[in-house]
């Protein structure tokens, strides 16, 4: 098994730009998650996923879109990237909510010019 | 103040010392996860308990539940266990998680 993949590890943008940031996951898992890892602050929520088709907000949402059109796969989309999306991102996934043991990907870092 | 608050922020040791790593948190939780995350990023599972004490190798991990607390421990530490190691939750009634903001360990052969 792969785990939890993420593509691509390293990308700069300039401020406007969009792209999406890719996560698969081979475990069959209905939980996914992503995640930014800033300086001096814990893991924050952007957006999660209880099952192919249902996605919903977390903490910071904004600047973010996702879809789940399979168990595999949940991409999250920067629309129009800002210097304060410059972070590292994580996608995470995991049998159930956080009673079940959790699987992050290797992380994106992103940097927004 | 955080519902998750980790101690110390920063850990140096020799080889070999008994390391404790400290959470706190302000909620009723459900389930308290540990987690590592290596110098190169990777961020790896290491303990999930709602109670009592769980041991793999030289880590041990213990919670309790009504001073909501828990810690990791590492028996003779090794320079390969230096890394961050983060304490996240999952409050009752709420299927997310939330995370401490780490503690960094770095042993010194």
């Known amino acids: 098994n792969a785990g939890v993949t993420q593509t691509p590890k390293f990308q700069v943008l300039k401020t406007g730009q969009s792209m999406t940031l890719q996560c698969a996951q081979d475990m069959n898992h209905e939980y996914m998650s992503w995640y930014r890892q800033d300086p001096g602050m814990g893991l924050r929520l952007i957006h999660y996923?209880?099952?192919?088709?249902?996605?919903d907000q977390g903490e910071v949402p904004n600047g973010y879109n996702v879809s789940r059109s399979t168990t595999e796969d949940f991409p999250l989309r920067l629309l129009s990237a800002a210097p304060s999306q410059t972070s590292v991102y994580f996608c995470?996934?995991?049998?159930?909510?956080?009673?079940?043991?959790?699987?992050f990907g290797p992380g994106t870092r992103l940097t927004v010019t | 103040k955080n519902e998750v608050e980790q101690s110390p922020q920063n850990l140096t040791a020799q080889e070999g010392e008994f390391i404790t790593i400290n959470c706190s948190y302000s909620?009723?939780?459900?389930?308290l996860h540990w987690l590592q995350q290596h110098p190169g990023g990777g961020i790896v599972s290491l303990f999930m308990?709602?109670?009592g004490k769980k041991k793999h190798g030289r880590l041990i991990a213990t919670i309790n539940i009504q001073e909501k607390h828990s810690s990791l421990h590492i028996t003779a530490s090794h320079p390969r266990d230096s890394a961050v190691y983060i304490c996240a939750v999952k409050a009752s009634g709420n299927e997310k998680l939330t995370f401490g903001t780490g503690t960094r360990l770095t042993i010194i052969p």
């Open positions: 308990l709602s109670s």
């Open positions: 995470a996934s995991s049998y159930g909510d956080g009673t079940y043991e959790q699987y």
């Open positions: 996923s209880v099952g192919a088709g249902i996605t």
């Open positions: 909620v009723g939780i459900s389930a």
